[in-house]
């Protein structure tokens, strides 16, 4: 496998993705080279004896109050010790792998003052599959200490981690790994827990699955529109080139390649001359859905790429900065509002659930009820329910995790970001849609089962074959969704 190499270029979301599925991770010798210069040059701003925050001082409060030069190691020892309170549910593996490799990426900025050894014992640890057991709760938004703090732990022989599949103290899994504990430097401690290592790394995963979720409900509204025999002429091009969001005309595109061979588009395809809204203003729904998957994108790639250190060493002007890049706020509201815009997808979804019921209410009135009659009959009629209790389930979540920071540290610390939450939020929330749309697709292929509508095109049918293949062996309309979910929207 080739690994991902640090270079002067940024770093890509899809190379960060690649890491934390298992791609090795390097350093190139450009990144070495800004990791030494920024070293030295915290090393020289140490001799002068300057005071210098998390290092020659304490942190927080306690950034006035001078640290003796004989603690300075134990300091650093004491920040990774004691940071490392976060709880709940445990952080999946790939989100560690993510995080590990964003502080790496950062380190290798040059901006932190961090040593060789320090980027040198996570890459060790990436590459040989030591992986921190990091809770999920601890964050605040303003560095993921605490998070970040569990994965420090490891490094330097304490805390959890796993290694091939065991769950071992970390001192062993480092041995077993063949890897020397790390011996925290500097500010080394200080470098590795004060970063927002998880919230972009997690968010790069998140949006990863979030492009996949746009296609998929593009895919859930071709066959939608299809079972009703609608009219998609709002998904042609002249339509979006009237409005050129490039989301809305990314939306239509697909919209209108999904129907390629399909009745509708023919002149006496559609059975209406406009629809309701649930299917009209798809374009600009899905496309307001991919405009802010830009944005969230954008802002991952900025912090991902960026110094984000406080103190900032800066080689450049040979100086080390008090700085507040630790701060995500755009990574944090970006994806606070591409929550909003997932959630009227959602919305739209569930609309369109209700015209697809009526459908099959008036189609069964003049017919026969289909043949099965078992429990696994007509899974998206069962499922109609569900829906409706998954769409308020997912309302809720369109709360902004930004807004609500509590004051912290005897007032310094009286902001923060709730980046964390935020991405973690939107994640459940992408889960929750993708059910959504699957309850969708099911409603309208048991609507095509009742009353077929002519010749779909290659989307529906690509679509109806996935339901055929979820129904195969299922027991119950539960059994089919699951079976779905697996294969649609491809996760």
């Known amino acids: ?37 920024s070293r030295a040059l915290l090393n020289e701003a140490m001799s002068s004896g300057d005071a210098i925050y998390g290092l020659s001082t304490r942190v927080g409060h306690g950034k006035d109050t001078r640290v003796p030069r004989e603690e300075l190691e134990q300091m650093q020892q004491f920040l990774v010790a004691t940071h490392g309170g976060a709880f709940g549910p445990l952080l999946d593996r790939t989100v560690v792998r993510a995080a590990m490799a964003v502080r790496v990426c950062g380190i290798a900025r040059g901006g932190s003052g961090a040593s060789p050894d320090a980027a040198g014992t996570l890459l060790a640890m990436l590459n040989a599959g030591v992986h921190p057991v990091v809770h999920s709760r601890g964050s605040v938004g303003a560095a993921d200490i605490s998070p970040m703090a569990g994965i420090a732990q490891v490094a330097v022989g304490t805390g959890t981690a796993e290694f091939q599949g065991e769950v071992l103290p970390g001192a062993e899994a480092l041995h077993r790994a063949g890897i020397q504990p790390l011996r925290l430097q500097g500010r080394d401690g200080l470098a590795l827990i004060s970063a927002n290592g998880v919230s972009i790394g997690h968010g790069a995963l998140v949006l990863a699955r979030a492009a996949r979720t746009a296609l998929a409900a593009d895919q859930a509204v071709v066959l939608s529109i299809e079972a009703i025999r609608g009219n998609p002429s709002g998904f042609s091009a002249p339509a979006a080139a009237a ?45 307001a859905f991919r405009e802010f998957l830009t944005t969230a994108g954008r802002a991952v790639h900025t912090e991902l790429n960026s110094a984000s250190d406080n103190p ?5 002007s040979s100086s080390v900065l008090s700085t507040g890049n630790f701060h995500p706020i755009v990574l944090a509201i970006a994806f606070d509002a591409l929550r909003v815009a997932l959630v009227h997808v959602g919305q739209l979804s569930e609309r369109r659930m209700s015209h697809l019921w009526n459908a099959i209410m008036a189609a069964r009135k003049s017919g026969p009820p289909p043949g099965n ?21 997912l309302r809720l979540l369109a709360a902004p995790a930004t807004l609500d920071s509590t004051v912290l540290d005897v007032g310094v610390e009286d902001h923060a970001t709730g980046a964390m939450l935020s991405v973690r939020t939107t994640e459940q929330a992408l889960g929750l849609l993708e059910d959504l749309l699957a309850i969708e697709v099911l409603l309208a292929a048991d609507l095509s089962r009742v009353s077929p509508q002519g010749t779909p095109g290659a989307g529906a049918s690509a679509v109806l074959g996935l339901t055929a293949e979820a129904a195969t062996g299922a027991k119950s309309a539960a059994d089919v969704h699951r079976n779905l979910r697996e294969r649609f929207p491809g996760n």
């Open 1 to 37: 496998m080739k690994p991902v190499t640090i270079t002067d270029l940024p770093m890509t979301q899809d190379e960060l993705v690649a890491v934390a599925h298992g791609t090795p991770l390097v350093l190139g010798e450009s990144a070495k080279a800004r990791i030494a210069a």
């Open 312 to 316: 900032l060493i800066d080689v450049e």
């Open 243 to 287: 409005k050129p969001y490039p989301g809305q005309v990314a939306a239509a595109a697909h919209l209108h390649e999904l129907l390629e061979g399909s009745q509708l588009l023919t002149r006496d395809g559609p059975r209406s001359l406009q629809d309701a809204l649930s299917f009209r203003v798809v374009p600009q729904v899905h496309g």
């Open 373 to 393: 009659r078992g429990p696994d009959a007509a899974p998206g009629m069962q499922l109609r329910y569900a829906g409706s209790a998954c769409y308020t389930e």
